[in-house]
């Protein structure tokens, strides 16, 4: 049994999970078959995906560490897939060791795993809950025991916006959470676009609505409203990698790959 009480052999398996897809695109081994031969096809038709999963990973690190050094000791991790080592508990933890981290995803399977590698400390919980439903999550139980919303909070949106359609009003998402947090918090967003290699994303989108959830890549411009209320951190929203890089700056050629911008937000 999983912390929120779901069986394994119940679960189903028979279609492709976003969060088992992109393990697989990590290298990670906590995927089916389904969720290979559909990630795959991405690969086929987009091999920058890869770059972008890493990438992306590479931005969350930099961003948590960056927080936990800032004083953030509260982390609210929505739609944080399949465990893939650093996690944010263990970047912000390295950082400051009371940091509280409470992570929330849709897939049970997930669940399973953070049973095994997330719930090792006090100071760390999980939650099954739909992003589409915000004030299910923030009522939630384990995240009301673990997080404390009169202090700041980094609110952790990364990849997982792209798997909000227009229909469900991802804006409006965003907005219901954002008025839960206090002032001094942050948001952490990442989100996948087709600005950069239009003429391929057309198969990955394909194969995403074959999957749990389908995928809606979007524009810059389409992506920076989610900030409404946040004050953007230098640079802004940008490309993953350009976001406070360790190194020097990505050459053109390391970013040509990469078709996730990313940004950090304060909120006044």
Not at 50 to 55: E, K, L, M, N, P
Not at 66 to 81: M, N, P, S
Not at 164 to 174: E, S
Not at 192 to 204: I, L, M, N, S
Request: net charge negative.
């Amino acid at each position: 049994m999983t912390p929120q009480g779901f069986d394994v052999e119940e679960l189903d398996t028979s279609r492709p999970h976003p969060a088992r897809m992109y393990d697989f695109y990590l290298g990670g081994r906590d995927n089916y078959e389904v969720d290979r031969e559909a990630a795959q096809q991405v690969i086929t038709a987009s091999p920058e995906v890869v770059d972008s999963a890493r990438a992306n990973r590479d931005f969350l690190r930099r961003a948590v560490a960056h927080l936990a050094r800032g004083g953030v000791r509260q982390f609210l991790d929505i739609g944080t897939g399949i465990p893939t080592s650093p996690n944010t508990h263990e970047v912000a933890q390295a950082v400051a060791p009371d940091a509280r981290v409470a992570y929330v995803d849709n897939d049970p399977i997930v669940a399973v795993h953070a049973a095994a590698r997330l719930l090792n400390t006090g100071n760390t919980a999980f939650a099954l809950g739909d992003l589409r439903d915000p004030r299910g999550l923030l009522e939630n139980p384990e995240i009301a025991r673990l997080i404390d919303f009169d202090r700041p909070v980094a609110l952790l949106l990364v990849s997982v916006l792209h798997f909000v359609g227009d229909a469900d009003d991802p804006a409006g998402i965003v907005a219901v959470l954002r008025d839960a947090l206090p002032a001094g918090s942050h948001l952490v967003l990442s989100h996948g676009t087709y600005d950069f290699h239009p003429e391929k994303v057309g198969e990955a989108v394909s194969v995403y609505r074959k999957a749990t959830a389908a995928l809606s890549l979007r524009s810059h411009e389409a992506v920076l409203p989610f900030f409404d209320g946040f004050e953007l951190l230098d640079p802004g929203l940008v490309r993953a990698p350009l976001w406070r890089p360790d190194g020097p700056e990505p050459e053109p050629e390391e970013l040509e790959p990469i078709g996730v911008y990313a940004g950090v937000g304060r909120k006044a």
